[in-house]
């Protein structure tokens, strides 16, 4: 049966909505941390449910976000397809052991970083540099879909030298880094 349950270790969210409808997360290309943040918590901890019932899996995901990052801007749906590659890619395929999954930010030099990071199987170099070779392409393939999005919004709303980094050691698990910097943009409908 299903007994496991999701750790989250959350800072302090200060004032803002927790929870948004589908459409209002979908209302503007560019989210605050926070907006995506809280999305995500909502919508990866149901994803996280969803899948942990479907393995019979037991499995935590562990948020540290400063809430100094909150209010600055991402580009909507960054963090819930490296969560969902994370769970599907990673930690499903490491079944000899529980998963964790660990959301990490923090800013340096006006320079955010967020990291998802997974015990899972982890990847070979071959196949890591496949995906690193992907996600660079500009090309409408089906392969690293999620990553290569998110590493295209990224560069489109930031620049060509933001992104995603990924490392991987197989049989120990993944790090895909988001890295864009300290902004606030006001994008209007």
Known sequence: GHTGGI????????????????????SVNVRTINDIYCWTLCVSSNNVDIQKIKTDDQFEVIYNIPPEILNYSI???????????AII????????RKGLIMIEGSINNSIIK???????IGMNNDKLKEILINIQK???SSESY????VNQRIKHYFGDKYGINISSEYGRGTVVEIIFPALIINEEN
């Open 7 to 26: 750790i989250l270790i959350l800072p302090p969210l200060g004032g803002g909505r927790a929870f948004w409808s589908y459409s209002d997360i979908n």
């Open 89 to 96: 890619h990673g930690i499903q395929e490491a079944d000899d």
């Open 146 to 149: 999620g990553l290569k999005n």
């Open 138 to 140: 500009e090309s409408d």
């Open 75 to 85: 580009p909507k749906i960054t963090l819930q397809p490296i969560v969902e590659n």
């Open 114 to 120: 967020l990291s998802v990071k997974d015990n899972g």
